[in-house]
């Protein structure tokens, strides 16, 4: 065998035992290996690897009970006669000098990827001052907690919840956990029966603008707001209008008169982070009410609130149906988790769960059942308290670097429980450049241009979260960015 096959490229990250045994299936199954020839002996492979022996015969066993080996005595392991074909297709096409794909841009209904969306690198754990909004700091993940949950959902006790398929149902023990213990805390209480699961917010938002809007439909957004919800809204037709937003959040006048839905952030408004205020959340419901509005309240960092006593939920006041309640479980225990939750009429959640079946039918139930146990074993709890005393630090950090380095800019008290910040810089700084240049500084900040969702947006805005940067780095960070600012 040439032993250039054998060349792995190991990451620190995965076990050696992992990496060799998906390299050598990835070689079987590709036809790459001579079939009547045995592979090297242990001895020989763990002297190419630089791998201990005992690691290649574990390996070589555990493709013989796999199927993918077979042991001849004296002779050494060969591949088994199922692989001796391989899987990859034949066909007798032969390429031609021209071709005639479809032209697709001309077959597209809409096109998402033109859009006007916030841009964030995937590499941003590599910056030194990384102040991106919604991720976390992953040195205080509780891993350990998390897989003693997973490994009791993949036992035999609880296998068969998410084994077979649940067809448009949910785990009903997580439903039971948001509606015991997650939504009371918001001021909100439902039956399973006006409660869904969803891949996150933006999936509520998505089956929401699916089943309700089309080009007669008009719905009201903050501006600045959200872009991915007004990129949502506007990809199924309907009309957009913009509303302004003060230091009491989301402006409410005669202009929302018209409005069929209205979708807003009134715990923490994105991206100013400021709070509706409780008069203006009471106005809101009796506008609602008398021009028949439905309000779409996007509670999204609900669960991270670092007040001490901070406001209910729009929802919790609702007592004629008219809130829609997203909320999210991604910014608590983790981005990449994507798992959010629905709460409305049931008659709505009905038809919810009706198109949400078309689509994928359900989130997948090994992870609601491990969220569910992660819940209940009260491993979400020590987490969130954890979190929140760091965050509160982080916060007193962000609001004492703030004042002494960028105070002209601070547009909202940083006191009031959200994990970032919304700047306003001085009129003449483009802050699209200006993240280009903190960059090289190893600063990574959120230009705020792509939160305007009106025409001809003002360009010297921006965001800084501190959730994913550690506290002891606040203070230097923006120390750095007022001397990039300074020589703007």
């Not at 005639?100 to 916030?118: A, E, G, M, V």
């Not at 959902?153 to 296998?159: C, K, M, P, T, V």
């Not at 509670?299 to 609130?305: A, K, L, Q, T």
């Not at 007193?396 to 670097?401: G, P, T």
Request: proline content about 6%.
């Amino acid at each position: 065998m040439a032993e250039q096959l054998l060349n792995i490229e190991f990451d620190a990250e995965r076990t050696l035992q992992d990496q060799i045994k998906e390299h050598l299936i990835n070689l079987i199954l590709g036809g790459f290996l001579p079939i009547r020839e045995p592979l090297p002996s242990s001895r020989k492979l763990s002297e190419v690897l630089g791998v201990s022996r005992n690691t290649v015969s574990l390996i070589y066993e555990g493709m013989v009970d796999a199927g993918y080996l077979v042991s001849e005595a004296r002779r050494g392991y060969f591949i088994a006669p199922l692989y001796h074909r391989s899987e990859q297709l034949r066909t007798n096409i032969e390429p031609e000098e021209q071709t005639h794909p479809p032209q697709w841009q001309n077959r597209f209904s809409i096109r998402p990827s033109s859009d006007t969306n916030i841009v964030k690198p995937n590499d941003w754990s590599s910056f030194e001052y990384p102040f991106i909004y919604g991720q976390i700091q992953n040195d205080f993940f509780p891993l350990k907690e998390w897989r003693q949950c997973s490994r009791k959902a993949l036992s035999g006790n609880w296998a068969h919840y998410w084994i077979n398929d649940q067809v448009d149902s949910d785990d009903p023990m997580l439903i039971e956990q948001l509606r015991t213990h997650i939504l009371p805390r918001r001021g909100i209480y439902a039956d399973s029966s006006e409660i869904i699961i969803t891949i996150g917010t933006q999936n509520s938002l998505y089956l929401l603008a699916n089943l309700l809007c089309n080009s007669a439909t008009t719905i009201g957004l903050e501006d600045p707001g959200f872009r991915d919800a007004f990129n949502i809204f506007s990809s199924f037709g309907a009309n957009i209008k913009l509303q302004p937003v003060d230091q009491q959040g989301i402006v409410l006048d005669e202009r929302l008169h018209d409005c069929d839905y209205l979708y807003v952030t009134p715990s923490h408004q994105v991206p100013t982070g400021v709070e509706l205020s409780a008069e203006r959340r009471q106005r809101l419901l009796t506008m609602a009410k008398e021009q028949d509005i439905v309000l779409i309240e996007d509670d999204y960092d609900s669960e991270i609130n670092v007040q001490n006593n901070p406001i209910p939920a729009l929802k919790a006041m609702d007592r004629d149906q008219r809130v829609i309640y997203t909320g999210s479980l991604s910014k608590s225990i983790s981005p990449g988790l994507r798992l959010g939750y629905m709460v409305a009429d049931e008659e709505l959640i009905a038809e919810i769960r009706a198109l949400r079946r078309l689509m994928y039918r359900h989130p997948p139930t090994i992870n609601q059942r491990q969220v569910a146990l992660f819940l209940s074993q009260g491993h979400y709890e020590a987490y969130l308290r954890k979190i929140r005393a760091l965050y509160t630090q982080k916060e007193k950090r962000m609001s004492a670097a703030l004042e002494e380095y960028l105070p002209s800019m601070i547009t909202t008290p940083i006191s009031n429980g959200s994990s970032s910040v919304w700047l306003e810089a001085f009129k003449e700084i483009d802050t699209e450049k200006l993240s280009w240049q903190a960059s090289r500084k190893s600063i990574l900040i959120e230009p705020g241009a792509s939160h305007f969702l009106r025409e001809s947006p003002p360009s010297h805005y921006f965001r800084l979260g501190f959730s994913a940067i550690a506290a002891h780095k606040i203070e230097p960070g923006i120390k750095a960015l007022s001397e990039v600012i300074d020589h703007c």
